[in-house]
């Protein structure tokens, strides 16, 4: 008997499984639909019940370009290859936008960016619309801009993006938003001003507008896996690149130049590339979590002072699991991806399907389709049409909130990994962590302040 329910209950799954259909492309795309039952009519079983009704959440237009209106002048704060590349992308992504000021640390950068735009758009920049200097950001804000690309070294995006916003400029922030603590609470208030005032402010988490993910978070808010139960993320990669010290650099021209290898500036990877995909289940699942246990370590790191691997048990806010692993060492297994669980089925990001509880896919993403129906299919790009038709529609959207919670998760990660401590939603927003150097400025610092933190208490002899 027992053997006979078992069979059973497995031919049960398998005859109901549900077969969505291919992600909806927009106008012009082909979709395709087809649906199985165990005796072809509704049963509770096959009915799907939305974890959010339509019209409830937010799911961007993803078209090619950003609807015409009127012109933006933008300014680039931060002219290093992720500044470079997002001055690229919104060019890119609309008619009637230009860039007129750039802002780094560093002249090299300023002017690696100005021949860029020049040789690459025809776009020429004034000597007088390229600033230098800790301050730079003030100057490209106040230069006359009205829109503002934030793509400086994570720490200082935080007081960037609330003097952009006390001048009322929009703002593209990249992300991490922030690497402590203090920087959430600046990002959370600043956010609630944008908003106040009407401003639009999209992050550099481009999942959000890759069609791919667009796609399976609107299936799964349909309710095609069911209630999400748990999930695993994971960005494990070979080491990053890092800056050997040169001669004549200071203390800070060093640490800035290699800043993915310092936590102070970086948040360390976990904060720094791993939100990506903590952000993902937060998304999906729209849930922050309330708790975090980790553990973490420095195996083959040359500069810096942060780790080259994490692990993380989150308990979410009802009480559900989420498991995340990052891992920048060299010669060892790879695996960028997420992967949700639901008591119907589950999703994975890796093979962008939907598959029910027999294993069967009930749904995949249609790449193919997505290449025949739209001529932009980069997510980089379509992050800053999306912000840019609504800047000119005069939607605000406040995307930097958001973002904020998958940041705090991942410091909520970081700092129970140095410390061996749990660590909760609670005490760490409430923390007065800060990781701006006390002497922070281009030339001398105290570097036996930049530390490798190491949990738990020293072996004791006996």
């Avoid at 960016?113 to 100057?139: H, M, P, R, S, T």
């Avoid at 106040?196 to 481009?206: D, F, M, P, R, S």
């Avoid at 990877?269 to 990506?276: L, R, Y």
């Avoid at 952000?279 to 810096?304: E, H, I, M, N, Y």
Wanted: hydrophobic residues 35%.
């Amino acid at each position: 008997m027992k053997k006979e329910n078992n069979l059973s209950r497995r031919d049960f799954l398998k005859n109901s499984a549900l077969m969505g259909a291919v992600g909806t492309l927009g106008a012009g795309a082909a979709a395709t639909a087809a649906l199985t039952s165990c005796g072809g009519g509704k049963t509770e079983s096959n009915v799907l019940k939305p974890l959010k009704e339509a019209g409830t959440y937010y799911v961007p237009e993803l078209t090619d370009m950003a609807i015409d209106g009127q012109e933006l002048k933008a300014g680039v704060i931060g002219c290093g290859g992720r500044g470079s590349g997002a001055a690229i992308n919104f060019l890119n992504a609309a008619n009637g936008v230009t860039i007129v000021a750039l802002g780094d640390v560093f002249q090299d950068r300023v002017e690696g960016l100005a021949k860029k735009l020049k040789d690459e758009k025809n776009i020429e920049i004034a000597a007088d619309k390229c600033f230098v200097g800790l301050d730079a950001y003030k100057q490209v804000i106040d230069s006359g801009v009205d829109v503002v690309i934030i793509a400086t070294p994570p720490l200082f995006r935080p007081e960037h993006f609330k003097y952009a916003t006390e001048k009322g400029k929009h703002s593209f922030l990249e992300k991490p938003i922030c690497v402590d603590p203090t920087g959430y609470r600046t990002i959370v208030a600043t956010s609630k001003q944008a908003t106040a005032k009407g401003l639009c402010v999209i992050t550099g988490t481009q999942r959000h507008h890759q069609r791919s993910y667009v796609e399976s978070y609107k299936k799964i808010m349909e309710g095609t896996i069911g209630e999400i139960t748990g999930g695993t993320v994971y960005w494990n990669q070979g080491m990053l690149w890092y800056k050997e010290r040169q001669a004549g650099w200071s203390d800070c021209e060093w640490m800035i130049k290699d800043w993915v290898n310092w936590k102070w500036l970086s948040g360390d990877h976990i904060v720094e590339q791993h939100v990506h995909n903590i952000d993902v289940f937060t998304w999906f699942s729209g849930l922050k979590p309330v708790k975090a246990v980790a553990f973490g370590s420095r195996q083959r790191r040359l500069t810096g002072d942060q780790y080259d691997n994490f692990s993380v048990d989150f308990t979410m806010e009802n009480g559900i699991h989420l498991h995340s692993m990052c891992r920048q060492i060299d010669g060892c297994a790879t695996n960028v991806s997420e992967f949700i669980q639901g008591t119907k089925g589950s999703w994975d990001s890796s093979t962008m399907e939907i598959k029910d509880l027999a294993g069967n896919v009930v749904w995949k993403y249609d790449g193919e389709a997505e290449k025949a129906n739209f001529k932009q299919t980069d997510p980089y790009t379509l992050e800053h049409a999306n912000w840019i038709t609504h800047i000119r529609s005069k939607k605000p959207i406040a995307q930097a909130e958001e973002t904020a919670v998958s940041n705090m998760a991942a410091i909520m990660g970081r700092e129970s990994a140095y410390t061996g401590a749990e660590t909760t939603w609670d005490a760490m927003t409430a923390s007065t962590i800060d990781y701006t150097p006390k002497d922070l400025n281009l030339g001398k610092m105290d570097m036996s302040t930049f530390v490798v933190q190491v949990p738990g208490k020293p072996v004791e002899k006996k």
